[in-house]
């Protein structure tokens, strides 16, 4: 049954600026904390989708959130993808930059070990280290996925012609290996301006107060 995705979209936006927050700081083992928060980010989205399985954009989140796993990921691992986000940025909503990660120091610190994760409890730190465990290419297919659905669910996309919904897929997994730079927003038919920030019931965006944000954590510590 669909229910309210709000409190959910509240709590992956929590997760997704302690993951920014973690990547800003100098500290040797932030790349865990960002990993750990990327992937809580993203099971709080999926669990929106879950209430509200119509609504293209949360997929469309999902799927750059994902991306951005990937990519941070990547970077952490000391890998260096050749990407232009100068270009990228603005015209893929919710992509940021994470190439600052390329610098900290390997092995990288298991789940929920350092001080910017968010991971609180067993839960969590189960969802931190499923995501981390996957591969680069899972990862990606998931990524895709998620794209390939949001989509797919827009009615303001163009209307896929034979394998477009493949094409789309296969662009945002090469892309994020580094191999083409074609991923756009309109791939996926979207407007960057209903994308920015959580939309409430009403379609009208708004941020959330402090306490809908701790009432939010408070549902998932």
């Known amino acids: 049954m669909p229910g309210d995705p709000r409190p959910y979209l509240t709590q992956a936006g929590i997760y997704s600026r302690a993951a920014y927050t973690a990547a800003a700081s100098e500290t040797d083992d932030r ?14 989205l999926e669990a929106a989708i879950a209430r509200e399985p119509a609504d293209w954009s949360i997929r469309y989140r999902a799927g750059v959130a994902t991306l951005n796993l990937l990519l941070a990921g990547q ?3 000391g890998l260096e993808p050749e990407l232009d986000y100068a270009t990228l940025i603005p ?3 919710g992509l940021e ?9 390997l092995p990288l610190p298991p789940p929920g070990a350092t001080a910017g994760s968010l991971v609180a409890n067993a ?3 189960a969802t931190a280290t499923k995501a981390r465990d996957l ?3 899972m990862i990606s297919e998931i990524a895709a996925e998620f794209l390939r659905a949001a989509h797919e669910r827009n009615p303001l996309a163009p209307q896929p012609v034979a394998t477009g ?8 997994i090469e892309k994020v290996r580094g191999e083409v730079l074609s991923l756009r927003v309109s791939d996926c038919g979207v407007d960057p301006a209903v994308i920015v920030a959580p939309e409430s019931a009403e379609g009208t965006r708004r941020d959330p107060s402090a306490k809908e944000e701790t009432e939010a954590l408070e549902m998932v510590q």
């Open 31 to 44: 790349a865990g904390a960002v990993l750990d928060d990327l992937a809580l980010s993203i099971d709080r």
């Open 75 to 77: 970077y952490a691992a």
């Open 91 to 93: 015209t893929v909503p």
């Open 97 to 105: 930059d994470w190439s600052a990660l390329v610098s900290v120091s």
């Open 123 to 125: 839960t969590s730190l």
């Open 135 to 137: 591969s680069r290419d």
């Open 165 to 172: 919904g493949d094409r789309t897929a296969q662009s945002a």
